[in-house]
């Protein structure tokens, strides 16, 4: 006879081959293949996917995957912290701060409490809701940049060094191009930098973004690239691009022209090399080593999941400090992902 008191319980989330699914909902977070019920954490590729019955999803975000996966998806938009009850399981969603409209999905069912993150960081970029740690008893987060060679700056010196760079390039004759990744990066660049150094134009697939988001958020004025901008409108000039324009010949109208990129890899020298880029800003819409570390004890969590990035590295150190943490895999693909974006609505 067998002793139901005795077997193993069911975790409240489990990963299997469609994603991160609540059983006692029959409900998946943020799934890489198409399932009848989905809570979606933010717009970017590897986390909103084409193909699911329902969507549910932050009100700012609604907009934002209309856009990417089209208006005629079944979509339903809630607030933060307003709680939504399916099968007697409680969810709700607080601010990530990754970026607009990107939330940390709390799941919560008979007495015990989960918290997925999707993509988060602890830096207010003035563009996103900022990150709010929530209790829990089990945390899943992301690990994209768990190493401790990671340590941003403060934003604000970076973006000194990014409207310093663009006037020192307009002095020469040369034209600014800033790569940075359609949704996130893009807005968040274009929020500081300073319009009285010169003109802010756009490659079309981050003026289309922009577009869907500035009723969220004041920016800059943009002047979207097309077929009849000149070369000499553009001299001197900022030009923000998706890193796919990089090398196409869409760029070839902006000689002469001086590169920048702005992501958490420029970190490392070789990777500004491998892109050819002349300069590197190292700026992400991801926690660094010390966000991660201090975010996960804000939750109070004895358990943790680590699903992407440098998974092992970085949940072996968090079971060094006591914490009950393992790794599991995911399609989630952090700024990779973000670049795979990029290569969907270029043109």
């Known amino acids: 006879m067998i002793n139901f008191s005795q077997m193993p319980k069911q975790p409240l989330l489990q990963f299997n081959s469609k994603g991160i699914y ?27 996917r084409w193909g699911h019955k329902q969507y549910i999803t932050h ?21 933060w912290g307003e709680q939504f009850v399916i099968n007697n399981v409680k969810f ?22 989960w918290v997925f ?5 602890t830096e207010d970029d003035g563009i996103a809701v900022p990150y709010e ?9 992301e690990c994209t940049f768990g190493l401790p060679a990671f340590k941003w700056l403060p934003q604000k010196q970076v973006f000194n060094d990014i409207n310093n760079w663009w006037q020192d390039n307009q002095d020469n004759g040369q034209t600014s ?15 500081h930098l300073d319009p ?18 500035r009723p969220l958020v004041h920016m800059p004025e943009t ?28 760029i070839k109208k902006m000689v002469p022209y001086v590169t920048g990129s702005a992501s958490g890899w420029m970190t490392f020298r070789g990777a500004r090399r491998r892109r050819a880029i002349d300069k590197g800003f190292v700026l992400s819409d991801h926690c660094d080593w010390q966000g991660l570390l201090s975010s996960i004890k804000a939750t109070g969590a004895e358990k943790i999941i680590c699903t992407h990035g440098y998974t092992d590295i970085f949940s072996r150190f968090l079971q060094e400090q006591g914490y009950d943490a393992r790794t599991e895999s995911t399609q989630f693909e952090g700024e990779l992902a973000e670049l795979e974006t990029q290569k969907e609505e270029a043109s």
């Open 22 to 48: 609540c059983a006692a909902a029959k409900v998946y977070l943020d799934p890489w293949k198409p399932v009848d019920k989905a809570i979606i954490s933010h717009g970017h590729a590897d986390h909103s």
């Open 59 to 79: 009100t700012s975000n609604v907009a934002i995957i209309k856009h990417r996966l089209g208006q005629d998806i079944n979509v339903n938009g809630v607030k």
């Open 92 to 113: 709700s969603l607080f601010p990530a701060g990754h970026i607009i409209g990107s939330s940390q999905i709390r799941v919560e069912h008979k007495g015990e409490v």
């Open 117 to 121: 993150t999707g993509d988060y960081k």
């Open 133 to 141: 740690p929530i209790k829990c008893h089990s945390f899943i987060t």
């Open 177 to 191: 191009v800033l790569f940075g990744y359609s949704l996130g990066k893009a807005q968040r660049l274009l929020k």
């Open 196 to 213: 009285s150094i010169g003109k802010i134009f756009t490659h079309a697939a981050i003026e289309n973004m922009t577009e869907i988001v």
């Open 223 to 250: 002047i979207r690239i097309t077929r009849d901008t000149k070369k000499e409108d553009l001299k001197g000039q900022m030009v923000l691009a998706p890193p796919s324009a990089h090398g196409s010949p869409w």
